[in-house]
């Protein structure tokens, strides 16, 4: 894994079948299809659904602002020639040096090891520079439990936050991990 250039004042990350680039006006269709399907919104706190007209776009200018406070990386799968959205990974910056990791799979590409691959790449370069960085998942959510043990996220606790997709509150895991 290495980082080959800067894109938004955002740096590209390359692992072994997958480029993890900053979110482009074309990956719009992609990131709207994909964010339209319940399995993809269902385990996020703020993907609607059904995807409201615009969405995507909205998703797209936001993380392409200059002031913005989360990076999105797309995982792009053309040099593995996979689709060019696969899924996105973001870090959220918060105060006290620490990020919140955020990040969603489309399920064609689940259980290949393509979550992994990003997040450890997320976590090894630590594009932020962060002290910790933080995830939270809905507890009927237990691939991603073991995704981000399986990286050295130690668990924290339980809370509650509410999931816009499922119009309800649910409960949550919450982990860390410390990067320096």
Known sequence: MNMIRTVLDQPVFETDRLTLRPVRTSDVGLIGVYANDIRVAGPTR????????G??????????????????????????TLPEVMGVV???RLDRNQSKLGSWLAP????????????QCILSENPQG??????????DNARSAKILTDNGFAYLGEAEAYCVARH????????SKRLT
């Open 108 to 119: 064609a590409f689940w259980m290949q090891g393509y979550a992994r691959e990003a997040l």
């Open 46 to 53: 703020s993907i609607p659904h059904p995807l409201p007209p």
């Open 168 to 175: 309800k509150t649910m409960d949550t895991w919450t982990y």
């Open 130 to 139: 962060a002290d910790a960085v933080f995830a939270e998942i809905f507890t």
């Open 90 to 92: 973001s870090l959220e």
């Open 55 to 80: 969405a995507a776009e909205a998703f797209v200018e936001k993380a392409q602002k200059s002031d913005r406070t989360e990076d999105v990386w797309v995982m792009d799968g053309t040099k593995s």
